[in-house]
């Protein structure tokens, strides 16, 4: 996997490049990010603005590289560009962010289209309300809230959802 990466990594570094020039050419601003290939999940890419932080998932770049060069590393770069360009307080996939997307030449998509194997196995917990014959499954995560004391309702019934006796050995 590192000898073919490193090639997949070369073709995000190019592209990073070419985008720092357009961002120059047409916006006057120098944007120079740190890029980590450690981002897990769903997510293909993250652009952490504070820290002028890019980062790829390693995954589907290798997977998916023709279209993650050209349409995920514009995408989190314009985050970049659009938040230097117009402020803190613009909203992530907004206007802002969507001419800079079409100033790159990219189609503004807020979402990419690759398949993802979830990595997260989650433990799910059964879960009932006052409803007759209801049933719940909680994620281990929304269980732990709840032991928390954290609360969620019923929509139809709005009472207070109470741990079943039995538990679900599911996982998402």
């Known amino acids: 996997m590192g000898e073919s990466f490193s090639k997949v990594e070369s073709l995000v570094s190019d592209k990073l ?4 020039v357009k961002a120059e050419e047409l ?10 290939y450690d981002l897990k999940g769903q997510a293909a890419g993250q652009a952490n603005y504070r820290k002028n932080r890019l980062r790829f ?3 589907l770049l290798e997977k998916y590289t023709h ?14 560009v659009a938040y230097r360009k117009f402020g803190p307080k613009i909203k992530p996939h907004g206007m802002e962010w ?3 997307m079409l100033a790159f030449g990219v189609e503004p998509t807020r979402t990419h289209g690759f398949k993802v194997v979830s990595s997260r196995r989650l ?3 059964a879960y009932r309300c006052e409803c007759p014959d209801s049933a719940y499954e909680l ?12 609360l969620y309702l019923c929509k139809k019934c709005q009472s207070p959802l109470q741990q079943d006796l039995k538990e679900f050995d599911r996982s998402y």
Not at 27 to 36: G, R
């Open 67 to 80: 279209e993650f060069v050209h349409q995920t590393v514009p995408h989190e770069f314009a985050h970049l």
């Open 139 to 150: 994620t281990s995560i929304r269980h732990n809230r709840v032991q928390r004391g954290g």
């Open 123 to 125: 433990k799910r917990f």
């Open 57 to 59: 998932n390693r995954d």
């Open 98 to 100: 969507k001419s800079v």
């Open 27 to 36: 916006f006057n601003l120098s944007v120079e990010p740190e890029t980590a």
């Open 17 to 20: 490049k070419e985008l720092r």
